[in-house]
């Protein structure tokens, strides 16, 4: 870290996705807030309001109190449906991987306001309705273990995964099996389920339950709901001579096993709160959200039944992803994508991704997290960005807004250049041209944009003007921006590229009374003149269309206070708002712009491209020590 003490706040390196210079929160409500962010709150049956967040607040003041970590617990992943019709296979794939690494994301927001961290415990329950469902124990070991690859390979370190075995520990202990061979899983796992079978839940009725809790009745739906398909072909629903059983007795055997399933479920509960008293409860199922037990929303923008688990991930061709049943998308015109030598998801069939035959047989497509594609090359083919078609680049922009190309050779300026005019018409600056060159010169004055100070978030062009008809000004902002890392061979800390999806913040970000005040304003910037832009105090709209996409984007400059950096500072306030009230807000909002969900933190590799969307995301850089990190942009329409 940084320590020098006359270097500007700006300098400093710090953690990327913490917006530095708005108002801190109560600890414990910040991390309250985090968590809520997570939560499944559609609807008017939740009652998180009413008592949840209170107790939501008691278990986590406990814990922050006593300056530990946060603890998370969120039983689930217990085995692949057995149904085909469902999912792709019996080990994990996309679906999977996409809620681990949601747990990661939840874990890592509390961690970046509050020191000690948190920690999601993910208690696997396979063992527990394995055996009910058909699924041997060595399915449910190879599942498990495989989870547990996968999180090495994507270091995602703040999961941490719990057997049944580990439940009958004493409260508090170290648990004893975290690393266990197929053997040892197999013997335990029948112990586990033997002294699970024997435990006796105080009080409970299931009877009483579905009449008086929520969540055991919504849980209960739910399973007599994934049963019709998890049973297709069952020996379990046909007669002795392999008939099917008629639709009534079938309705009475998924019943029978639902309600096996929530007795079992119940005793596993039990261990779990008794393992786990201090922590915080999350829970896969529809919950009332008045706790102790909170649901979480497993995929965003999708209902609380979409458990990967059960499901299958589709990339539709405009980029955005579905979870379903892999029955319903056979209509859908698609490849399977694999990865680890199995199918991992569906990619709907698209013109964007056939970059012809000089090309596409040696690039693969992968997806970014949270959001974002990368094309990789093939390393033993010699691929430049000469032999790429700018007009899929273009349109590939439009669907995921981030795109990466790496692997491929560096090119020259003119080349740079000559690419970046098939894609689009190039803006050229006047006291630079086409070519800006990203590296500390103290030459240039653009604020802090030639040095290593960190950047606010922005959008480029946002100072770049244009006369209305009327004769006011506004501004004129590029559509896509073009980069070309050249050199990073010095860098060894901080130096990041944050691209944020807008249309994402406003879609899960705002809620809709939020969302409503934003619609009907405007906001005000002003940066003192420097030798490129600046010296007029704009007025402009917070949301606004992105004509090539159709979202609705945020538009949006973070408020750069004079005191954080050694170069020019800039205004920003909301008009038709109350000092108080813009301050605040604009607080929110640069929050929601650093928001792990929404902020892809890109580290730069010498030969990378980067096609952005300037106007479906706003973007900075992080503060890094002086070095030779340089990269050349273009800006394209």
Same mark, same amino acid.
């Given at each position: 870290?940084?320590?020098?003490?006359?270097?500007?706040?700006?300098?400093?390196?710090?953690?990327?996705?913490?917006?530095?210079?708005?108002?801190?929160?109560?600890?414990?409500?910040?991390?309250?807030?985090?968590?809520?962010?997570?939560?499944?709150?559609?609807?008017?049956?939740?009652?998180?309001?009413?008592?949840?967040?209170?107790?939501? %607040?008691?278990?986590?003041?406990?814990?922050?109190?006593?300056?530990?970590? &946060?603890?998370? &617990?969120?039983?689930?992943?217990?085995?692949?449906?057995?149904?085909?019709?469902? !999912? +792709?296979?019996?080990?994990?794939?996309?679906?999977?991987?996409?809620?681990? %690494?949601?747990?990661?994301?939840?874990?890592?927001?509390?961690?970046?306001? @509050?020191?000690?961290?948190?920690?999601?415990?993910?208690?696997?329950?396979?063992?527990?309705?394995?055996?009910?469902?058909?699924?041997?124990?060595? /399915?449910?070991?190879?599942?498990?273990?495989?989870?547990?690859?996968?999180?090495?390979?994507?270091?995602?370190?703040?999961?941490?995964?719990?057997?049944?075995?580990?439940?009958?520990?004493?409260?508090?202990?170290?648990?004893?099996?975290?690393?266990?061979?197929?053997?040892?899983?197999?013997?335990?796992?029948?112990?586990?389920? %033997?002294?699970?079978?024997?435990?006796?839940?105080?009080?409970?009725?299931?009877? !009483?339950?579905?009449?008086?809790?929520?969540?055991?009745?919504?849980? @209960?739906?739910?399973?007599?709901?994934?049963?019709?398909?998890?049973?297709?072909?069952?020996?379990?629903?046909?007669?002795?001579?392999?008939?099917?059983?008629?639709?009534?007795?079938?309705?009475?055997?998924?019943?029978? &096993?639902?309600?096996?399933?929530?007795?079992?479920?119940?005793?596993?509960?039990?261990?779990?709160?008794?393992?786990?008293?201090?922590?915080?409860?999350?829970?896969?199922?529809?919950?009332?959200?008045?706790?102790?037990?909170?649901?979480?929303?497993?995929?965003?923008?999708?209902?609380?039944?979409?458990?990967?688990?059960?499901?299958?991930?589709?990339? %539709?061709?405009?980029?955005?992803?579905?979870?379903?049943?892999?029955?319903?998308?056979?209509?859908?015109?698609?490849?399977?994508?694999?990865?680890?030598?199995?199918?991992?998801?569906?990619?709907?069939?698209?013109?964007?991704? $056939? =970059?012809?035959?000089?090309?596409?047989?040696?690039?693969?497509?992968?997806?970014?997290?949270?959001?974002?594609?990368?094309?990789?090359?093939?390393?033993?083919?010699?691929?430049?960005?000469?032999?790429?078609?700018?007009?899929?680049?273009?349109?590939?922009?439009?669907?995921?807004?981030?795109?990466?190309?790496?692997?491929?050779?560096?090119?020259?300026?003119?080349?740079?250049?000559?690419?970046?005019?098939?894609?689009?018409?190039?803006?050229?600056?006047?006291?630079?041209?086409?070519?800006?060159?990203?590296?500390?010169?103290?030459?240039?004055?653009?604020?802090?944009?030639?040095?290593?100070?960190?950047?606010?978030?922005?959008? $480029?062009?946002?100072?770049? /003007?244009?006369?209305?008809?009327?004769?006011?000004?506004?501004?004129?902002?590029?559509?896509?921006?073009?980069?070309?890392?050249?050199?990073?061979?010095?860098?060894?800390?901080?130096?990041?590229? +944050?691209?944020?999806?807008?249309?994402? !913040?406003?879609?899960?970000?705002?809620?809709?009374?939020?969302?409503?005040?934003?619609?009907?304003?405007?906001?005000?910037?002003?940066?003192?003149?420097?030798?490129?832009?600046?010296?007029?105090?704009?007025?402009?709209?917070?949301?606004?269309?992105?004509?090539?996409?159709?979202?609705?984007?945020?538009?949006?400059?973070?408020?750069?206070?004079?005191?954080?950096?050694?170069?020019?500072?800039?205004?920003?306030?909301?008009?038709?708002?109350?000092?108080?009230?813009?301050?605040?807000?604009?607080?929110?909002?640069?929050? =929601?712009?650093?928001?792990?969900?929404?902020?892809?933190?890109?580290?730069?590799?010498?030969?990378?491209?980067?096609?952005?969307?300037? !106007?479906?995301?706003?973007?900075?850089?992080?503060?890094?020590?002086?070095?030779?990190?340089?990269?050349?942009?273009?800006?394209?329409?």
């Amino acid at each position: 870290m940084q320590t020098d003490i006359d270097i500007a706040p700006a300098a400093t390196i710090s953690n990327p996705h913490v917006a530095q210079w708005v108002a801190k929160h109560d600890t414990v409500d910040a991390v309250v807030g985090v968590v809520e962010k997570f939560l499944y709150l559609d609807g008017p049956a939740h009652e998180f309001e009413k008592k949840g967040r209170s107790h939501l %607040r008691a278990t986590i003041a406990n814990m922050v109190q006593r300056h530990e970590h &946060i603890e998370l &617990i969120f039983p689930g992943f217990p085995f692949k449906s057995p149904s085909l019709n469902k !999912v +792709l296979g019996v080990l994990p794939d996309y679906a999977d991987e996409l809620l681990l %690494r949601r747990l990661e994301i939840l874990a890592l927001s509390i961690e970046d306001i @509050y020191p000690p961290g948190a920690l999601v415990r993910i208690v696997s329950d396979g063992v527990v309705y394995g055996a009910i469902l058909g699924r041997s124990d060595l /399915t449910v070991y190879q599942y498990n273990a495989e989870l547990r690859r996968i999180c090495q390979e994507l270091n995602l370190t703040h999961l941490s995964f719990v057997r049944l075995i580990d439940l009958f520990d004493t409260p508090g202990s170290p648990l004893a099996s975290r690393d266990q061979t197929q053997d040892e899983y197999l013997h335990t796992a029948s112990e586990a389920r %033997r002294k699970l079978t024997e435990l006796i839940v105080p009080g409970w009725d299931l009877n !009483v339950m579905l009449k008086s809790d929520y969540g055991v009745l919504m849980t @209960y739906r739910g399973y007599l709901k994934f049963l019709i398909s998890d049973l297709e072909n069952s020996k379990l629903l046909q007669t002795a001579d392999g008939k099917s059983l008629p639709r009534t007795q079938a309705e009475k055997v998924r019943s029978g &096993i639902a309600k096996q399933m929530l007795e079992f479920g119940a005793r596993f509960s039990l261990l779990v709160e008794r393992r786990f008293p201090q922590g915080v409860r999350l829970s896969c199922h529809l919950h009332n959200q008045q706790g102790p037990k909170f649901g979480i929303r497993l995929f965003r923008g999708h209902n609380m039944n979409a458990s990967p688990w059960h499901n299958t991930i589709l990339e %539709r061709a405009d980029g955005s992803l579905a979870i379903g049943s892999y029955k319903s998308f056979r209509d859908v015109k698609h490849i399977v994508v694999e990865r680890y030598g199995r199918p991992y998801f569906l990619r709907e069939l698209s013109p964007a991704t $056939d =970059l012809g035959e000089r090309i596409s047989p040696y690039v693969s497509f992968e997806r970014n997290y949270p959001f974002g594609m990368v094309i990789v090359a093939d390393p033993k083919i010699n691929l430049s960005l000469q032999d790429v078609p700018m007009d899929k680049i273009r349109i590939l922009t439009n669907l995921h807004s981030a795109l990466l190309l790496r692997g491929f050779s560096s090119v020259d300026r003119a080349v740079f250049r000559a690419k970046c005019d098939e894609m689009g018409e190039v803006i050229e600056w006047p006291k630079f041209g086409a070519i800006l060159e990203l590296k500390e010169n103290p030459n240039l004055d653009m604020n802090s944009s030639l040095t290593c100070e960190s950047m606010p978030m922005h959008y $480029d062009g946002v100072f770049k /003007t244009k006369v209305l008809p009327d004769g006011s000004k506004t501004h004129d902002p590029p559509k896509y921006q073009v980069f070309q890392c050249i050199d990073t061979t010095e860098l060894s800390e901080g130096g990041q590229t +944050l691209l944020t999806n807008t249309n994402h !913040v406003l879609r899960f970000g705002l809620t809709t009374a939020e969302r409503d005040w934003l619609e009907s304003r405007t906001y005000s910037v002003f940066t003192p003149l420097n030798q490129v832009f600046g010296g007029d105090l704009l007025k402009l709209p917070i949301i606004m269309k992105n004509d090539e996409t159709g979202h609705d984007v945020l538009r949006w400059h973070e408020h750069w206070p004079q005191h954080v950096t050694k170069y020019k500072h800039a205004d920003v306030f909301i008009n038709d708002a109350t000092p108080e009230k813009s301050t605040s807000f604009g607080d929110h909002l640069s929050r =929601l712009l650093y928001d792990r969900r929404f902020c892809y933190a890109h580290t730069w590799a010498k030969g990378d491209y980067l096609f952005a969307d300037n !106007v479906e995301m706003m973007h900075t850089r992080t503060a890094f020590r002086p070095c030779a990190r340089e990269l050349w942009r273009i800006h394209v329409n």
